[in-house]
């Protein structure tokens, strides 16, 4: 068995509960080699089946004709369950379309904006917010297109309690687990807010939307539809976005906030994609800036018990050095969250 093959036949596995289409549609792609030798266009160190699944998603909503699209939920209302006819559909539109999704596979990636998650980022920045002399300036590393830089504009609805920007198009739900989380009935004041990705999307631009919306799964409406609020909401006023690296470019974001600003820096899942003596260096660069300036950090890292959540730490200076405090743990798309402290 190839590693190709291994990495579709692990989707399949993992989406069973999530995707039933992307379930089958990986099962049978494992044992194609037209499938699989499409697939190997994808450069190594990227997600060969996620960007397949994407590109043909993005392909296929503007194909809504092809007979494939009666599958996909996201596209045809009246969506059918995969049966015997569900792979050859996908087949024969892999293969017919071949040159449109090869460009795909080799310079797009799987930046999915999980909206969510801001669900989370809300009381975890007015934890910081309330602790900080001024409105934060927001840093968040590894944004995408950044939507999570916006959680302002949202509203927020945690099991019935409803906060946030009231007049907000966009309402994202989540539950509280565990713990009393600050939930303020107005966001926290914002001074300024960018974000710095080596690919940042643009809101204001067609095909980066709609790969965007490609990425979420076909039969995950409700995350789409709060994906589709909140591009609306960015479209208005877009965030700041750079383009570099988040070591060499990040010194110079923070010089260009004044010292006497307090700064968020906020990353949630960035972290576990890249080498540790990365992750290492960040980590020496913050610290350091937090000695200089009113910095606080809120860093998320994947639970190491090998469970499925994320956990978010609040980094900043004490007086006497670094102090860590291990905020919540909440679901990788934000449905629920457990506040720790």
């Not at 509960?17 to 089958?24: G, I, V």
């Not at 940042?200 to 095909?207: F, G, I, K, N, R």
């Not at 003596?277 to 937090?290: C, F, G, I, R």
């Amino acid at each position: 068995m190839s590693a190709l093959q291994a990495q579709f036949r692990d989707l399949a596995e993992w989406a069973t509960d999530s995707s039933p289409l992307y379930a089958h549609l990986c099962r049978e792609a494992a044992e194609d080699s037209d499938i699989l030798d499409i697939a190997a266009t994808v450069p190594e160190g990227r997600q060969a089946p996620h960007l397949l699944l994407a590109a043909v998603h993005y392909l296929l909503d503007r194909h809504p004709d092809h007979r494939l699209a009666e599958y996909y939920p996201s596209i045809s209302p009246e969506s059918q369950a995969p049966d015997d006819g569900c792979f050859p559909a996908f087949r024969e539109f892999c293969l017919d379309h071949a040159d449109a999704i090869r460009p795909l596979l080799r310079t797009r990636r799987t930046q999915t904006n999980a909206v969510r998650r801001s669900a989370v980022l809300y009381p975890a920045i007015a934890q910081v917010a309330s602790a900080a002399d001024g409105p934060l300036a927001l840093v968040e590393l590894g944004p995408s297109a950044g939507l999570n830089l916006l959680f302002d504009r949202y509203r927020y609805d945690y099991d019935g309690r409803v906060v946030g920007n009231s007049d907000s198009p966009v309402t994202i739900g989540s539950r509280v687990r565990r713990g009393d989380s600050p939930l303020p009935e107005t966001p926290p004041a914002i001074r300024s807010r960018v974000g710095l990705d080596r690919n940042p999307l643009d809101v204001t631009d067609e095909a980066d939307r709609d790969w965007l919306r490609a990425l979420v799964w076909p039969e995950h409406e409700e995350r789409r539809a709060v994906l589709d609020g909140a591009l609306t909401v960015a479209r208005d006023d877009p965030p700041e976005l750079i383009e570099g690296d988040m070591l060499d470019d990040l010194p110079p974001v923070l010089d260009e906030i004044p010292s006497d600003v307090p700064v968020c820096v906020v990353n949630t899942l960035v972290l576990y994609q890249v080498p540790a003596e990365l992750s290492e260096a960040l980590t020496a660069l913050l610290e350091a800036q937090m000695a200089e300036r009113q910095l606080h950090w809120l860093t998320g890292r994947r639970d190491l018990s090998g469970g499925e959540s994320v956990e978010l730490d609040w980094k900043r200076w004490s007086g006497d050095g670094v102090k860590t405090t291990h905020l919540v743990d909440y679901e990788p798309h934000g449905a629920w969250l457990s506040w720790r402290p």
